[in-house]
């Protein structure tokens, strides 16, 4: 099964500060990596696709990037709805797997 | 718009089965995999089993191979989750979620629904 691990797994951080979410895969998965929103209480809402590709309807400010085994989503500009958890997850081999989060909140 | 709702969730003792159930709307069902996404309280979202447009191919998490099946019907837009032989931790909040194409394996997950909880606990 392939490993994803995201760091920093919390961080906090303020409105207009620029945040960085790293996902390293354990092993190589070209660019077959999402990205995903989560707030408490919701189903999950798709970011970023194909490591780079901004979901229809998502905000500029949200950007991804990488491929092989690291990747990593940018907030250019943290906004108050932003405040949540982020997911990444690959689609290069079953069994599917995710990251274990990194949550963002207010500092 | 594509729509997502799950049902079927509830309390079971383990040991029991329940089956889950996702019915979709707005969108071509029959032309788009489908999977099975689960969270347990607090904690991560855990992919639990897919399956390809016309049924003929499904995949499983190590965690439930052999005591989950996953199906679905094209003429009903539905989804299922038969979930047997459950355990404490099978307690989670089940997601169905649609792939992006055809085939579960390959894409994102671009639609999902609000979620059923399962409650295993004697």
């Known amino acids: 099964d392939i490993q994803m691990t995201q760091s920093p797994s919390s961080l906090s951080a303020s409105v207009g500060d620029r945040v960085t979410i790293t996902c390293r895969a354990s092993?190589?998965?070209?660019?077959?990596l999402n990205w995903y929103q989560q707030k408490p209480g919701k189903a999950p809402k798709l970011l970023i696709y194909?490591?780079?590709s901004l979901q229809s309807g998502v905000p500029s400010r949200f950007s991804g990037s990488g491929s092989g085994t690291d990747f990593t989503l940018t907030i250019s500009s943290l906004q108050p709805e932003d405040f949540a958890t982020y997911y990444c997850?690959?689609?290069?081999?079953?069994?599917?797997?995710f990251g274990g989060g990194t949550r963002v909140d207010i500092k | 718009e594509a729509q997502l709702v799950e049902s079927g969730g509830g309390v079971v003792r383990p040991g029991g089965s329940l089956r889950l159930s996702c019915a979709a709307s707005?969108?071509?069902?029959?032309?788009?995999?489908m999977s099975w996404v689960r969270q347990a309280p607090g904690k991560g979202l855990e992919w639990v089993s897919g399956?390809?447009?016309?049924?003929?191919?499904?995949g499983y998490a190590d965690s439930v191979n052999g005591r989950f099946t996953i199906s679905r019907d094209n003429a009903k837009n539905s989804l299922y989750l038969q979930m047997n032989s459950l355990r404490a931790e099978d307690t989670a909040l089940y997601y169905c979620?649609?792939?992006?194409?055809?085939?579960?394996?390959?894409?994102?997950?671009?639609?999902w629904g609000q979620g059923t909880l399962v409650t295993v606990s004697s």
């Open positions: 979620a649609s792939s992006s194409g055809s085939y579960y394996k390959l894409g994102y997950f671009d639609y």
């Open positions: 707005g969108f071509t069902f029959d032309d788009y995999g």
């Open positions: 399956i390809n447009w016309n049924g003929g191919t499904t």
């Open positions: 092993q190589r998965i070209s660019s077959y």
């Open positions: 194909a490591a780079s």
């Open positions: 997850q690959q689609s290069y081999s079953t069994p599917l797997t």
